[in-house]
């Protein structure tokens, strides 16, 4: 299941997208993003080669959510509370979708699919690329597009290795007769091929995820020794599939949890919220609480250490209107306060798209369902009722440091300062 089964990651697809923008030469302390609420979203830059107009223009609130402009996307954020000029931190820590949203606008959605391919993302498969591709969607920000939890942690286990991917294996070595042949397993610096820039770019989107799990929506995971964590949420808008994706300097862990069938028939409503007594089903409820199960269990014994000195490179990116260039006061949540090293899931969620079709299956390795999400493209359900959810969770730890793991109107456009 962690290999081959495939479902919406949500938010947690977020640092993709600011992985993308950090390789593309944005610096994340000195930049800000328009995280300004109930808006239009421009198409992706990637659409229009060189037009500069496409990239400059900003979201824009004209005709939202049914009459944006062909091309355009509908967003909002989960709170009306996050509305505004972010900096990439904050909008990662409270999961800002119109922030990220704009930001994949700007960096390109063929740039997003590229790093997501980078981390070991079969974009075939998660409906990325290919046939009825999805990466000129603007909802790819939010995490419309279908991931394996093991995809999932080895994009983090590559972040939190100074941006060095591995590929996933489960054997280390083959010894016979004495003999010891160790195995020879793929990998490559992600950001880029100058070792020193390629782990200064990942310490840049370390930096971005370092609050999620003390001060964000994944506030029920922070250890109780309060170690660094880097970490991001996710959720679909039905509350089908959750994620959290965590990791300490030394290993990384995500935890998947979803429905067992996501096809959203009338009959068949199934939902995480709910689920065992906690009402909302989102990426920082169970997800983020079985992870810091987990870690108070297996990770606190390896003691706490340092994420490696965030260095910022790159320049100054400001994508947001002059009019709304005073910072956004985040969102409050929840700190996470203990309650005998089980702290109480955060009230609110995370962005997430409005849902696609899933993979319910790989269909490379076993045969899948053609009534089944994935299989003739059925969808999940947008009015999901909260009932008792049949659940099936996977997570999938992995070391730090070796992983097993269309044309549009034209108008007068206003530049980005």
Request: with cysteine; aromatic share 8%; charged share 10%.
């Amino acid at each position: 299941m962690a290999i081959y089964v495939r479902e919406q990651v949500g938010s947690s697809f977020k640092p993709y997208v600011l992985s993308a923008a950090v390789a593309a030469g944005m610096n994340v302390q000195q930049s800000s993003l328009d995280g300004q609420d109930f808006v239009c979203i421009p198409p992706d830059s990637s659409l229009y080669p060189g037009d500069l107009t496409i990239k400059n223009d900003y979201p824009d609130p004209a005709g939202y959510p049914h009459s944006c402009q062909p091309g355009w996307y509908p967003m909002s954020n989960d709170s009306t509370g996050e509305n505004g000029a972010f900096n990439p931190q904050d909008a990662m820590t409270n999961s800002v979708n119109t922030a990220y949203a704009d930001l994949w606008h700007y960096v390109g959605g063929q740039a997003v699919v590229h790093m997501a391919a980078m981390f070991g993302v079969r974009t075939d498969l998660a409906g990325l690329t290919g046939k009825n591709a999805m990466e000129h969607e603007a909802g790819v920000a939010l995490g419309q597009a279908s991931l394996s939890v093991m995809e999932q942690a080895t994009m983090l286990s590559a972040i939190d290795n100074g941006g060095t991917y591995h590929a996933a294996h489960v054997i280390g070595s083959i010894s016979q007769g004495g003999a010891h042949y160790p195995l020879v397993v793929r990998n490559y610096p992600v950001f880029s091929q100058v070792p020193m820039g390629n782990s200064n770019m990942a310490s840049q989107v370390q930096y971005a995820m370092t609050k999620v799990a003390y001060n964000g929506t994944g506030a029920a995971a922070g250890m109780s020794d309060g170690r660094q964590i880097i970490s991001k949420t996710g959720t679909t808008n039905t509350a089908q599939s959750a994620f959290f994706i965590g990791a300490i300097p030394q290993e990384s862990l995500a935890i998947g949890i979803f429905t067992n069938h996501q096809s959203g028939l009338p009959n068949d409503p199934q939902t995480l919220n709910g689920l065992g007594g906690i009402s909302q089903g989102f990426g920082g409820t169970w997800p983020a609480m079985i992870w810091h199960a987990y870690a108070e269990n297996m990770l606190a014994p390896l003691g706490a250490e340092q994420f490696q000195q965030a260095v910022f490179t790159g320049g100054k990116w400001n994508l947001v209107p002059p009019n709304l260039r005073k910072k956004a006061k985040p969102h409050k949540r929840n700190p996470n306060p203990g309650n005998g090293g089980f702290p109480p899931p955060p009230p609110g969620g995370n962005g997430n798209p409005n849902p696609y079709p899933t993979y319910s299956c790989d269909p490379t390795v076993v045969t899948c369902n053609s009534n089944a999400p994935g299989g003739d493209g059925g969808t999940q359900s947008v009015n999901a009722t909260e009932v008792g959810a049949a659940a099936g969770g996977i997570f999938a730890a992995v070391p730090a440091t070796g992983l097993w793991v269309r044309r549009r109107t034209r108008k007068q456009l206003r530049k980005r300062g």
